[in-house]
Protein backbone atom coordinates (compact mmCIF):
# COMPACT_ATOMS: atom_id res chain seq x y z
CA UNK A 1 0.00 0.00 0.00
CA UNK A 2 1.38 3.18 -0.88
CA UNK A 3 0.05 6.40 0.57
CA UNK A 4 1.19 10.29 0.54
CA UNK A 5 0.85 10.93 4.46
CA UNK A 6 0.99 8.24 6.69
CA UNK A 7 -0.48 8.98 10.41
CA UNK A 8 0.87 6.13 13.39
CA UNK A 9 -1.44 6.61 16.10
CA UNK A 10 -5.02 7.66 15.96
CA UNK A 11 -5.15 9.88 20.01
CA UNK A 12 -6.58 13.21 20.12
CA UNK A 13 -3.23 14.26 17.92
CA UNK A 14 -3.63 11.63 15.17
CA UNK A 15 -7.10 11.99 14.73
CA UNK A 16 -6.95 15.82 14.13
CA UNK A 17 -4.13 15.53 11.89
CA UNK A 18 -6.25 13.01 9.44
CA UNK A 19 -8.95 15.52 9.57
CA UNK A 20 -6.73 18.49 8.43
CA UNK A 21 -4.46 16.86 6.66
CA UNK A 22 -7.44 15.55 4.50
CA UNK A 23 -8.65 18.99 3.60
CA UNK A 24 -6.31 18.81 0.52
CA UNK A 25 -7.83 16.63 -1.43
CA UNK A 26 -4.80 16.45 -3.26
CA UNK A 27 -3.42 14.47 -0.18
CA UNK A 28 -3.70 10.90 0.24
CA UNK A 29 -3.57 10.27 3.76
CA UNK A 30 -3.86 7.10 5.97
CA UNK A 31 -4.32 6.85 9.81
CA UNK A 32 -3.11 3.72 11.56
CA UNK A 33 -4.77 2.72 14.95
CA UNK A 34 -4.15 -0.33 16.87
CA UNK A 35 -7.06 0.07 19.16
CA UNK A 36 -10.84 -0.08 18.06
CA UNK A 37 -13.14 2.44 16.13
CA UNK A 38 -16.12 4.30 18.65
CA UNK A 39 -18.32 3.68 15.62
CA UNK A 40 -20.47 2.51 14.31
CA UNK A 41 -21.65 2.29 17.92
CA UNK A 42 -20.06 4.25 20.94
CA UNK A 43 -19.79 2.66 24.20
CA UNK A 44 -21.92 4.33 26.78
CA UNK A 45 -19.10 4.16 28.95
CA UNK A 46 -17.14 6.30 26.82
CA UNK A 47 -19.92 8.38 25.48
CA UNK A 48 -20.84 9.69 28.89
CA UNK A 49 -20.10 12.57 30.61
CA UNK A 50 -18.91 11.49 33.90
CA UNK A 51 -15.91 9.07 32.37
CA UNK A 52 -14.99 7.77 35.66
CA UNK A 53 -14.94 3.81 33.97
CA UNK A 54 -13.89 4.16 30.57
CA UNK A 55 -10.31 4.30 31.59
CA UNK A 56 -11.10 0.92 33.72
CA UNK A 57 -11.83 -0.88 30.63
CA UNK A 58 -8.62 -2.99 29.58
CA UNK A 59 -10.08 -2.99 25.79
CA UNK A 60 -9.51 1.16 25.98
CA UNK A 61 -6.11 0.28 27.11
CA UNK A 62 -2.31 -0.86 26.31
CA UNK A 63 -1.82 -4.05 28.23
CA UNK A 64 1.30 -4.61 29.75
CA UNK A 65 2.14 -0.98 29.71
CA UNK A 66 3.55 0.60 33.35
CA UNK A 67 6.00 3.36 34.25
CA UNK A 68 7.87 4.14 38.02
CA UNK A 69 7.29 7.20 39.51
CA UNK A 70 9.64 7.57 41.84
CA UNK A 71 9.43 3.75 43.47
CA UNK A 72 8.01 0.24 41.95
CA UNK A 73 6.61 -0.12 38.34
CA UNK A 74 2.70 0.30 38.09
CA UNK A 75 0.49 -0.06 35.43
CA UNK A 76 0.36 2.81 33.49
CA UNK A 77 -3.68 3.22 31.73
CA UNK A 78 -2.42 4.63 28.25
CA UNK A 79 -5.71 4.68 25.91
CA UNK A 80 -5.53 2.08 23.12
CA UNK A 81 -8.64 3.53 20.76
CA UNK A 82 -9.81 5.58 18.17
CA UNK A 83 -9.24 8.77 19.79
CA UNK A 84 -6.89 8.13 21.87
CA UNK A 85 -6.90 9.91 25.81
CA UNK A 86 -9.53 11.98 24.69
CA UNK A 87 -11.89 8.82 24.34
CA UNK A 88 -11.26 7.81 28.49
CA UNK A 89 -9.79 11.48 29.81
CA UNK A 90 -11.19 13.35 32.65
CA UNK A 91 -12.59 15.85 29.73
CA UNK A 92 -11.15 19.07 31.04
CA UNK A 93 -10.20 21.29 29.03
CA UNK A 94 -7.64 24.11 30.22
CA UNK A 95 -5.05 25.11 27.82
CA UNK A 96 -2.27 26.44 30.74
CA UNK A 97 -0.38 29.78 31.60
CA UNK A 98 0.05 31.96 28.45
CA UNK A 99 4.01 31.64 29.98
CA UNK A 100 4.32 28.21 29.08
CA UNK A 101 4.28 28.80 25.35
CA UNK A 102 6.58 32.07 25.67
CA UNK A 103 8.72 29.15 27.42
CA UNK A 104 8.67 26.81 25.18
CA UNK A 105 9.99 29.53 22.20
CA UNK A 106 12.48 30.40 24.82
CA UNK A 107 13.54 26.98 25.10
CA UNK A 108 14.26 26.73 20.56
CA UNK A 109 10.68 25.75 19.80
CA UNK A 110 10.79 29.14 17.49
CA UNK A 111 6.82 30.04 16.55
CA UNK A 112 5.38 28.30 19.90
CA UNK A 113 4.66 31.85 21.57
CA UNK A 114 1.27 32.22 23.37
CA UNK A 115 0.64 34.90 20.25
CA UNK A 116 1.14 32.63 17.77
CA UNK A 117 -0.86 29.48 19.04
CA UNK A 118 -3.50 31.22 21.09
CA UNK A 119 -5.33 31.66 17.29
CA UNK A 120 -5.16 27.59 17.50
CA UNK A 121 -7.08 27.48 21.10
CA UNK A 122 -9.35 29.15 19.53
CA UNK A 123 -9.82 27.36 16.24
CA UNK A 124 -10.39 23.99 18.06
CA UNK A 125 -13.47 25.34 20.44
CA UNK A 126 -16.97 26.18 21.00
CA UNK A 127 -16.75 28.22 24.23
CA UNK A 128 -20.64 28.09 25.38
CA UNK A 129 -19.98 30.54 27.93
CA UNK A 130 -17.73 32.87 27.58
CA UNK A 131 -16.77 35.18 23.90
CA UNK A 132 -14.01 37.84 23.12
CA UNK A 133 -10.31 37.47 21.80
CA UNK A 134 -9.66 34.70 24.27
CA UNK A 135 -12.69 32.27 22.89
CA UNK A 136 -13.16 30.38 20.22
CA UNK A 137 -16.68 29.99 18.61
CA UNK A 138 -16.96 27.71 15.82
CA UNK A 139 -14.58 25.12 16.60
CA UNK A 140 -15.30 21.06 17.01
CA UNK A 141 -15.13 20.86 20.44
CA UNK A 142 -17.53 22.30 22.78
CA UNK A 143 -16.47 23.39 26.28
CA UNK A 144 -18.73 24.32 28.74
CA UNK A 145 -18.76 24.60 33.13
CA UNK A 146 -21.64 23.46 35.24
CA UNK A 147 -23.95 25.62 35.70
CA UNK A 148 -25.56 26.19 39.73
CA UNK A 149 -28.09 23.26 38.70
CA UNK A 150 -25.62 21.17 37.95
CA UNK A 151 -22.52 22.17 40.82
CA UNK A 152 -22.54 19.45 43.31
CA UNK A 153 -22.86 20.41 46.72
CA UNK A 154 -19.41 18.94 47.68
CA UNK A 155 -17.88 21.16 45.22
CA UNK A 156 -20.14 24.19 45.89
CA UNK A 157 -18.66 24.24 49.89
CA UNK A 158 -15.35 23.89 48.86
CA UNK A 159 -15.01 26.51 46.78
CA UNK A 160 -17.01 28.48 49.48
CA UNK A 161 -14.73 27.83 52.03
CA UNK A 162 -11.69 28.47 49.88
CA UNK A 163 -13.05 32.28 48.74
CA UNK A 164 -13.42 32.64 52.51
CA UNK A 165 -10.12 31.72 53.31
CA UNK A 166 -8.54 34.75 50.94
CA UNK A 167 -8.80 32.53 47.06
CA UNK A 168 -11.30 33.99 44.96
CA UNK A 169 -14.18 32.32 43.14
CA UNK A 170 -13.19 33.72 39.44
CA UNK A 171 -15.55 33.32 36.39
CA UNK A 172 -13.31 31.32 33.53
CA UNK A 173 -10.51 28.84 34.01
CA UNK A 174 -9.41 29.85 30.14
CA UNK A 175 -9.71 33.32 30.61
CA UNK A 176 -6.64 35.79 31.83
CA UNK A 177 -4.43 34.10 33.89
CA UNK A 178 -4.90 34.51 37.66
CA UNK A 179 -5.05 32.52 40.88
CA UNK A 180 -8.20 31.55 42.22
CA UNK A 181 -11.28 28.67 42.51
CA UNK A 182 -13.01 28.44 39.30
CA UNK A 183 -15.83 26.05 37.48
CA UNK A 184 -13.97 23.46 35.87
CA UNK A 185 -13.96 24.40 31.53
CA UNK A 186 -15.24 20.70 30.29
CA UNK A 187 -15.26 19.66 26.80
CA UNK A 188 -18.63 18.51 26.61
CA UNK A 189 -21.42 18.01 24.12
CA UNK A 190 -24.95 20.63 23.93
CA UNK A 191 -26.45 16.60 24.46
CA UNK A 192 -24.30 16.27 27.56
CA UNK A 193 -21.74 13.68 26.42
CA UNK A 194 -18.00 12.98 25.51
CA UNK A 195 -16.11 14.74 22.23
CA UNK A 196 -13.00 12.53 21.31
CA UNK A 197 -11.39 13.68 18.64
CA UNK A 198 -12.23 10.55 16.52
CA UNK A 199 -15.97 12.02 16.45
CA UNK A 200 -15.99 15.32 16.07
CA UNK A 201 -13.00 15.85 14.24
CA UNK A 202 -13.60 12.54 11.91
CA UNK A 203 -17.01 13.00 11.56
CA UNK A 204 -19.21 10.68 9.26
CA UNK A 205 -18.74 13.07 6.19
CA UNK A 206 -14.82 13.60 6.64
CA UNK A 207 -14.16 9.88 7.02
CA UNK A 208 -16.13 9.79 4.01
CA UNK A 209 -13.41 11.58 1.81
CA UNK A 210 -12.09 9.33 -0.81
CA UNK A 211 -8.76 10.57 -0.23
CA UNK A 212 -9.25 9.69 3.61
CA UNK A 213 -8.06 5.62 4.71
CA UNK A 214 -8.55 4.71 8.77
CA UNK A 215 -7.13 1.53 9.47
CA UNK A 216 -8.10 0.34 13.13
CA UNK A 217 -7.07 -2.85 14.98
CA UNK A 218 -3.88 -2.22 12.95
CA UNK A 219 -0.70 -2.10 15.37
CA UNK A 220 2.60 -0.03 13.75
CA UNK A 221 5.38 -2.19 14.44
CA UNK A 222 8.42 -0.46 13.26
CA UNK A 223 9.58 2.01 10.54
CA UNK A 224 10.99 1.37 7.00
CA UNK A 225 14.39 2.95 6.51
CA UNK A 226 16.74 4.02 3.65
CA UNK A 227 19.54 5.76 4.54
CA UNK A 228 18.61 8.93 6.61
CA UNK A 229 15.00 8.68 5.40
CA UNK A 230 11.82 7.08 6.71
CA UNK A 231 9.89 5.72 3.82
CA UNK A 232 6.64 4.24 5.72
CA UNK A 233 6.34 1.52 8.48
CA UNK A 234 5.78 -2.26 8.64
CA UNK A 235 1.68 -2.93 9.81
CA UNK A 236 -0.34 -5.88 11.48
CA UNK A 237 -3.27 -6.10 10.85
CA UNK A 238 -6.24 -8.84 11.28
CA UNK A 239 -4.98 -10.51 7.91
CA UNK A 240 -1.03 -10.35 8.76
CA UNK A 241 2.01 -8.20 8.24
CA UNK A 242 2.28 -5.78 5.45
CA UNK A 243 4.28 -2.21 4.56
CA UNK A 244 2.68 1.02 4.04
CA UNK A 245 4.64 3.18 2.39
CA UNK A 246 4.63 6.75 2.39
CA UNK A 247 6.43 10.45 1.12
CA UNK A 248 6.03 11.62 5.17
CA UNK A 249 5.31 9.52 8.01
CA UNK A 250 4.25 10.91 11.20
CA UNK A 251 4.25 9.20 14.53
CA UNK A 252 1.28 10.67 16.82
CA UNK A 253 1.22 7.44 19.75
CA UNK A 254 2.17 9.43 22.92
CA UNK A 255 5.15 10.66 24.86
CA UNK A 256 5.88 6.89 25.50
CA UNK A 257 4.85 4.72 22.25
CA UNK A 258 6.29 7.52 19.58
CA UNK A 259 9.45 7.57 21.21
CA UNK A 260 9.66 3.87 21.48
CA UNK A 261 9.53 3.42 17.84
CA UNK A 262 11.95 6.19 17.20
CA UNK A 263 14.65 4.29 19.25
CA UNK A 264 13.70 1.03 17.79
CA UNK A 265 14.43 2.62 14.17
CA UNK A 266 18.23 3.76 15.63
CA UNK A 267 17.12 7.61 16.20
CA UNK A 268 18.17 8.04 19.52
CA UNK A 269 20.91 8.14 22.18
CA UNK A 270 23.81 6.14 20.37
CA UNK A 271 25.06 4.48 23.21
CA UNK A 272 22.16 2.55 24.50
CA UNK A 273 21.01 2.03 20.95
CA UNK A 274 24.24 0.17 20.68
CA UNK A 275 23.90 -1.90 24.07
CA UNK A 276 20.80 -3.00 23.05
CA UNK A 277 22.40 -4.17 19.22
CA UNK A 278 20.58 -1.67 17.55
CA UNK A 279 22.44 0.14 14.71
CA UNK A 280 22.33 4.03 15.26
CA UNK A 281 20.90 5.92 12.39
CA UNK A 282 20.71 9.59 14.41
CA UNK A 283 22.51 10.20 17.71
CA UNK A 284 19.18 12.42 19.17
CA UNK A 285 18.46 12.66 22.77
CA UNK A 286 14.86 10.26 22.39
CA UNK A 287 13.05 9.46 25.47
CA UNK A 288 14.99 12.09 27.33
CA UNK A 289 12.73 15.38 29.19
CA UNK A 290 10.12 13.15 30.06
CA UNK A 291 7.62 15.01 32.16
CA UNK A 292 4.78 14.60 33.97
CA UNK A 293 2.60 16.61 36.57
CA UNK A 294 3.13 14.40 39.77
CA UNK A 295 -0.11 13.98 42.30
CA UNK A 296 -1.36 13.28 45.92
CA UNK A 297 -4.50 14.10 47.13
CA UNK A 298 -7.27 14.72 50.24
CA UNK A 299 -10.23 12.50 50.80
CA UNK A 300 -13.40 13.59 52.99
CA UNK A 301 -16.33 11.00 53.49
CA UNK A 302 -19.13 12.94 52.66
CA UNK A 303 -22.94 12.67 54.42
CA UNK A 304 -26.01 12.36 51.97
CA UNK A 305 -26.84 15.85 51.97
CA UNK A 306 -23.17 16.55 50.19
CA UNK A 307 -23.62 13.41 48.01
CA UNK A 308 -23.79 13.69 44.20
CA UNK A 309 -27.45 14.32 43.29
CA UNK A 310 -27.10 13.09 39.64
CA UNK A 311 -25.07 9.84 38.60
CA UNK A 312 -24.06 10.90 35.17
CA UNK A 313 -22.81 14.00 36.40
CA UNK A 314 -19.15 15.41 35.74
CA UNK A 315 -17.33 14.87 39.02
CA UNK A 316 -14.41 17.17 38.28
CA UNK A 317 -15.95 20.32 38.55
CA UNK A 318 -13.87 22.75 40.65
CA UNK A 319 -10.45 23.74 40.04
CA UNK A 320 -8.26 25.15 42.96
CA UNK A 321 -4.84 27.20 41.18
CA UNK A 322 -2.55 28.86 43.44
CA UNK A 323 1.03 29.86 43.24
CA UNK A 324 3.99 28.23 45.56
CA UNK A 325 6.46 31.04 44.63
CA UNK A 326 8.59 28.42 43.23
CA UNK A 327 7.66 28.66 39.71
CA UNK A 328 5.51 31.87 38.35
CA UNK A 329 1.65 32.00 38.99
CA UNK A 330 -0.46 29.13 39.30
CA UNK A 331 2.26 26.50 39.47
CA UNK A 332 -0.08 24.40 41.82
CA UNK A 333 -3.36 22.99 40.70
CA UNK A 334 -6.08 21.35 42.69
CA UNK A 335 -9.16 19.46 41.51
CA UNK A 336 -12.41 19.55 43.69
CA UNK A 337 -13.78 15.98 43.06
CA UNK A 338 -17.82 15.94 43.56
CA UNK A 339 -16.81 11.63 44.15
CA UNK A 340 -13.59 10.03 44.15
CA UNK A 341 -14.94 6.93 42.23
CA UNK A 342 -17.66 5.38 39.98
CA UNK A 343 -18.39 2.98 42.54
CA UNK A 344 -20.56 3.10 45.60
CA UNK A 345 -17.50 3.62 47.84
CA UNK A 346 -16.42 6.45 46.13
CA UNK A 347 -19.95 8.18 45.98
CA UNK A 348 -19.38 9.01 49.55
CA UNK A 349 -15.78 10.15 49.18
CA UNK A 350 -15.01 14.18 48.20
CA UNK A 351 -11.61 14.68 47.57
CA UNK A 352 -8.98 17.56 46.55
CA UNK A 353 -6.88 15.83 43.92
CA UNK A 354 -3.49 17.93 43.69
CA UNK A 355 -0.86 18.38 41.32
CA UNK A 356 2.54 20.13 40.35
CA UNK A 357 1.25 22.30 37.54
CA UNK A 358 5.06 23.30 36.55
CA UNK A 359 7.21 20.57 37.77
CA UNK A 360 10.63 20.11 37.31
CA UNK A 361 11.31 16.71 37.73
CA UNK A 362 12.06 14.57 34.61
CA UNK A 363 12.35 10.87 33.53
CA UNK A 364 12.69 8.60 30.33
CA UNK A 365 11.63 6.73 28.63
CA UNK A 366 13.52 3.27 27.11
CA UNK A 367 13.41 0.18 25.29
CA UNK A 368 12.95 -3.16 27.12
CA UNK A 369 13.44 -4.84 24.01
CA UNK A 370 13.56 -4.36 20.48
CA UNK A 371 10.79 -6.27 20.05
CA UNK A 372 8.10 -3.96 18.76
CA UNK A 373 5.48 -6.11 20.23
CA UNK A 374 7.66 -5.39 24.05
CA UNK A 375 6.31 -2.39 25.79
CA UNK A 376 8.69 0.38 26.28
CA UNK A 377 9.76 1.41 30.09
CA UNK A 378 8.95 5.19 31.42
CA UNK A 379 10.44 6.05 34.62
CA UNK A 380 8.97 9.34 35.22
CA UNK A 381 11.20 10.09 37.83
CA UNK A 382 9.14 11.81 40.17
CA UNK A 383 9.91 13.96 42.78
CA UNK A 384 13.93 14.04 41.97
CA UNK A 385 13.60 17.78 41.75
CA UNK A 386 13.17 18.53 45.96
CA UNK A 387 11.07 21.34 44.85
CA UNK A 388 7.79 19.39 43.22
CA UNK A 389 8.31 17.26 47.11
CA UNK A 390 8.00 20.71 49.05
CA UNK A 391 4.99 21.54 46.87
CA UNK A 392 3.05 18.26 47.50
CA UNK A 393 3.79 18.21 51.43
CA UNK A 394 2.15 22.13 50.94
CA UNK A 395 -0.74 21.17 48.94
CA UNK A 396 -1.46 18.43 51.64
CA UNK A 397 -0.91 21.40 54.51
CA UNK A 398 -3.38 23.98 52.39
CA UNK A 399 -6.15 20.96 51.56
CA UNK A 400 -6.35 20.35 55.70
CA UNK A 401 -7.37 23.69 55.75
CA UNK A 402 -9.61 23.57 52.72
CA UNK A 403 -11.15 20.78 54.05
CA UNK A 404 -11.10 21.85 57.88
CA UNK A 405 -15.24 21.86 58.03
CA UNK A 406 -15.58 18.08 57.14
CA UNK A 407 -15.37 15.54 59.79
CA UNK A 408 -13.40 13.10 58.46
CA UNK A 409 -10.34 14.18 56.31
CA UNK A 410 -7.70 11.90 55.15
CA UNK A 411 -4.86 11.80 52.95
CA UNK A 412 -5.01 9.55 49.95
CA UNK A 413 -4.21 8.55 46.45
CA UNK A 414 -4.60 6.68 43.13
CA UNK A 415 -2.46 3.65 43.95
CA UNK A 416 -2.26 0.41 42.23
CA UNK A 417 -4.43 -1.23 45.48
CA UNK A 418 -7.15 0.95 44.49
CA UNK A 419 -7.18 0.86 41.16
CA UNK A 420 -7.70 -2.99 41.79
CA UNK A 421 -10.67 -2.56 44.28
CA UNK A 422 -12.17 -0.05 41.65
CA UNK A 423 -12.32 -2.65 38.66
CA UNK A 424 -15.56 -4.35 37.79
CA UNK A 425 -15.96 -7.68 39.32
CA UNK A 426 -18.49 -9.51 41.57
CA UNK A 427 -15.92 -10.05 44.59
CA UNK A 428 -14.92 -6.31 44.36
CA UNK A 429 -18.61 -4.94 44.19
CA UNK A 430 -19.06 -7.05 47.80
CA UNK A 431 -16.35 -5.52 49.00
CA UNK A 432 -17.20 -2.16 47.70
CA UNK A 433 -20.86 -2.64 49.30
CA UNK A 434 -20.03 -3.96 52.40
CA UNK A 435 -17.28 -1.09 53.10
CA UNK A 436 -20.00 1.66 51.92
CA UNK A 437 -22.51 0.48 54.41
CA UNK A 438 -20.13 0.44 57.22
CA UNK A 439 -19.50 4.16 56.72
CA UNK A 440 -22.53 5.02 56.51
CA UNK A 441 -22.98 2.99 60.25
CA UNK A 442 -20.12 3.67 61.48
CA UNK A 443 -21.26 6.90 63.57
CA UNK A 444 -18.48 8.00 65.92
CA UNK A 445 -16.30 4.86 64.74
CA UNK A 446 -16.14 6.35 60.68
CA UNK A 447 -12.49 7.81 61.39
CA UNK A 448 -10.93 4.79 62.89
CA UNK A 449 -12.65 2.36 60.10
CA UNK A 450 -11.28 4.82 56.90
CA UNK A 451 -7.60 4.50 58.87
CA UNK A 452 -7.80 1.02 59.11
CA UNK A 453 -9.27 -0.09 55.71
CA UNK A 454 -8.39 2.93 53.43
CA UNK A 455 -5.16 4.92 54.73
CA UNK A 456 -4.27 1.35 56.38
CA UNK A 457 -3.20 3.24 59.53
CA UNK A 458 -2.04 6.83 58.09
CA UNK A 459 -3.73 9.76 59.33
CA UNK A 460 -3.73 13.43 58.67
CA UNK A 461 -2.97 14.19 62.07
CA UNK A 462 -0.12 12.41 61.68
CA UNK A 463 1.51 13.72 58.89
CA UNK A 464 0.81 16.93 59.84
CA UNK A 465 2.82 16.73 62.76
CA UNK A 466 5.96 15.48 61.08
CA UNK A 467 7.48 16.91 58.44
CA UNK A 468 10.03 13.63 57.73
CA UNK A 469 6.53 11.19 58.28
CA UNK A 470 4.57 13.58 55.88
CA UNK A 471 7.74 13.51 53.12
CA UNK A 472 8.21 9.68 53.47
CA UNK A 473 4.12 9.25 52.74
CA UNK A 474 4.07 11.74 50.09
CA UNK A 475 7.30 9.92 48.14
CA UNK A 476 5.57 6.37 48.72
CA UNK A 477 2.11 7.69 47.69
CA UNK A 478 2.87 9.95 44.87
CA UNK A 479 0.71 9.19 41.37
CA UNK A 480 0.59 10.82 38.01
CA UNK A 481 -2.25 13.13 35.56
CA UNK A 482 -1.47 10.56 33.00
CA UNK A 483 0.39 13.99 31.18
CA UNK A 484 3.42 12.15 30.05
CA UNK A 485 4.93 14.58 27.75
CA UNK A 486 8.34 15.91 26.62
CA UNK A 487 9.98 12.99 25.13
CA UNK A 488 11.17 14.19 21.50
CA UNK A 489 11.58 18.24 22.33
CA UNK A 490 11.13 20.82 19.50
CA UNK A 491 13.79 22.90 19.66
CA UNK A 492 16.91 23.90 17.14
CA UNK A 493 18.83 21.64 15.02
CA UNK A 494 22.04 21.32 16.98
CA UNK A 495 20.56 21.64 20.00
CA UNK A 496 21.46 18.61 22.08
CA UNK A 497 18.53 18.47 23.92
CA UNK A 498 16.06 18.91 20.87
CA UNK A 499 15.07 15.86 18.87
CA UNK A 500 11.88 18.07 16.40
CA UNK A 501 12.18 21.24 14.70
CA UNK A 502 9.50 23.36 15.12
CA UNK A 503 7.04 21.55 12.89
CA UNK A 504 7.53 18.25 14.43
CA UNK A 505 10.53 17.02 11.51
CA UNK A 506 12.98 14.83 13.41
CA UNK A 507 16.13 16.28 13.12
CA UNK A 508 18.53 14.61 10.49
CA UNK A 509 15.68 12.25 9.07
CA UNK A 510 13.88 13.04 5.79
CA UNK A 511 10.21 12.32 5.80
CA UNK A 512 9.69 11.58 9.50
CA UNK A 513 7.76 14.33 11.95
CA UNK A 514 6.14 13.63 15.59
CA UNK A 515 3.00 15.27 16.56
CA UNK A 516 2.06 14.59 20.36
CA UNK A 517 2.48 15.55 23.61
CA UNK A 518 6.03 14.20 23.06
CA UNK A 519 6.96 18.01 21.40
CA UNK A 520 6.36 20.05 24.76
CA UNK A 521 9.64 21.08 25.48
CA UNK A 522 8.32 21.89 28.72
CA UNK A 523 5.43 20.63 30.58
CA UNK A 524 2.57 23.43 30.44
CA UNK A 525 -0.02 24.03 33.62
CA UNK A 526 -2.79 22.31 31.75
CA UNK A 527 -4.15 18.85 31.54
CA UNK A 528 -2.70 17.87 28.27
CA UNK A 529 -5.51 16.88 25.85
CA UNK A 530 -6.28 20.52 24.75
CA UNK A 531 -2.15 21.67 24.12
CA UNK A 532 -1.78 18.28 22.44
CA UNK A 533 -4.80 19.16 19.92
CA UNK A 534 -3.74 22.65 19.54
CA UNK A 535 -0.52 21.40 18.59
CA UNK A 536 -1.83 19.00 15.68
CA UNK A 537 -3.93 21.95 14.54
CA UNK A 538 -1.06 24.18 13.91
CA UNK A 539 1.27 21.28 13.44
CA UNK A 540 -1.22 20.20 9.74
CA UNK A 541 -1.36 23.91 8.66
CA UNK A 542 2.35 23.94 8.57
CA UNK A 543 2.44 20.60 6.82
CA UNK A 544 0.05 21.50 4.04
CA UNK A 545 2.09 24.62 3.67
CA UNK A 546 5.27 22.60 2.76
CA UNK A 547 5.72 21.33 -0.89
CA UNK A 548 6.03 17.51 -1.11
Wanted: glycine fraction near 12%; charge should be positive.
Amino acid sequence: MQTDILILGGGSAGCVLAARLSEDARLNVTLVEAGRDLLPETPATISARYPGRAYLDPRNLWQGLSARYGGAARRYEQARILGGGSAINALMSNRGAPADYDEWAALGAEGWDWASVLPYFRKLETDRDFSGDLHGDSGPLKIRRPDDAALQPFVAAVMQALQAQGHPIRPDQNGPWQDGVFRGAVGQSDQGTRQPTSLVWLTPQVRARPNLHILCDHQALDLLTEDRRVTGARIAGPQGTSRITAARTILSMGAVHSPAMLLRAGIGPAAELQAMDIAPLADLPVGRNLMEHPSIALGAWLPPALRIRDPAEHHEQGVWRYSSGLAGTGDMHGAILSRSGWHSVGKRIGSIFFWVNKSFSRGQVRLASPDPLAAPQADFNMLSDPRDLQRLKDAIRMGAQALAGHATVFPTSYTPRVARVAGPGRWNALQRGALSALLDAAGPMRAALIHGLVTQGVTLRGLLADDATLGAFVRANVGGTWHASGTCRMGRAGDPAAVTGRDGAVHGIAGLYVVDASLMPSIPCANTNIPTIMLAERIADLLKAQKG
